[in-house]
């Protein structure tokens, strides 16, 4: 993992952290922060791609970033449906 990987998880994680703090009951706070998630994690991945790498090492990249996109935005997701129901 380069020291670009770990910052971007680093920061990835404190800013779920602080979303978390403060979480709201309104339900729209959840489509704004899956929203805002979302578009920091496609920025993050055209930086990537347009990085000076070898096209393996991103699209390797480029897989676990969408993993772990993937592992949060369906954490909000349940937590916002359990909310609704």
Known sequence: MTDKEAEFINRHYIAKEEADMFHSADDN??????SFFSGAITGA?????????????TRKQMA??????RDIVSGYTKKVTSKIS
């Open 29 to 34: 706070v959840g489509a704004v922060l899956i």
């Open 64 to 69: 676990n970033m969408a993993e772990d996109a």
């Open 45 to 57: 991945g055209l930086a990537l791609m347009l990085a000076l790498q070898s096209g393996k090492k």
